[in-house]
């Protein structure tokens, strides 16, 4: 079985709201949730978890959900976007999918780009759910 990591933003405020709509709409595989706290905005929480890949997954039922990857060894978590935008930054605005991203220098962080560019999340494991 394939899986999909996915990432839904969330609040302190909302985060019980957001367990149930997570869990009502996905088949979380290994049964875990991991709740990520934003370390520069602490009431900002980020729930990570795992979904069968070959499931008829629809973003759209969880708010503010996205599809992400992750660099196991250092705990990096990241879009494509993100990431051909990291690139671009550090390799003098060349996208190189052959460059060898220092992934050292970001350890424990969430990479998103938006319409600002690329933004960068400092994390920390806040708990972890078991479902």
């Given at each position: 079985?394939?899986?999909?990591?996915?990432c839904?933003?969330?609040?302190?405020?909302?985060?019980?709201?957001?367990?149930?709509?997570?869990?009502?709409?996905?088949?979380?595989?290994?049964?875990?949730?991991?709740?990520?706290?934003?370390?520069d905005?602490?009431?900002?929480?980020?729930c990570?978890?795992?979904?069968?890949?070959?499931?008829?997954i629809?973003f759209?039922l969880?708010?503010?959900?996205?599809?992400l990857?992750?660099?196991?060894?250092?705990n990096?978590?990241?879009t494509?976007n993100?990431?051909?935008?990291?690139?671009?930054?550090?390799?003098?605005?060349?996208l190189?999918?052959s460059y060898?991203?220092p992934?050292?220098?970001y350890?424990?962080?969430?990479?998103?780009s938006?319409?600002?560019?690329?933004?960068?999340?400092p994390t920390?494991?806040?708990?972890?759910?078991?479902l």
């Amino acid at each position: 079985m394939k899986t999909q990591l996915l990432c839904s933003f969330t609040t302190q405020r909302n985060l019980d709201q957001s367990i149930l709509d997570i869990t009502k709409h996905f088949k979380i595989i290994f049964d875990k949730i991991y709740v990520l706290q934003n370390e520069d905005k602490p009431k900002e929480l980020i729930c990570t978890y795992n979904v069968n890949q070959e499931d008829d997954i629809d973003f759209n039922l969880v708010q503010n959900t996205i599809s992400l990857h992750r660099k196991k060894i250092t705990n990096t978590l990241y879009t494509i976007n993100a990431l051909n935008e990291l690139i671009k930054l550090i390799n003098n605005g060349v996208l190189d999918t052959s460059y060898q991203v220092p992934w050292d220098l970001y350890k424990n962080m969430i990479l998103i780009s938006n319409k600002e560019g690329l933004q960068r999340i400092p994390t920390r494991i806040l708990k972890i759910i078991d479902l």
